[in-house]
């Protein structure tokens, strides 16, 4: 697989979770920035989730924050 999703989330639970393409190293570019703490993105809606620190909701997932910009996926390995 050479192309990335539209969507993508690291949530085994979630619909957009794909463990074969999350098993390469995949990077994300969010207005020109490198982020390392992304939890979810769409690159048609222009948006990522981002875990707020080491937070956890209730149920014990991460408290996320969308922030809206350009997004640009990529994978580590073909620079």
Known sequence: ????PDRLSTDPRSPY?????LSRDVG???????KTNVEEYCVS?????VAVGSSKDRFGNPVTMKLTGP????????K
């Open 1 to 4: 697989m050479s192309e990335l």
């Open 17 to 21: 979770y794909n463990a074969e393409v």
């Open 28 to 34: 994300i570019r969010f207005k020109g920035a490198e």
């Open 45 to 49: 809606e222009g948006w990522i989730r």
């Open 71 to 78: 997004v640009e996926p990529y994978f580590r390995d073909e």
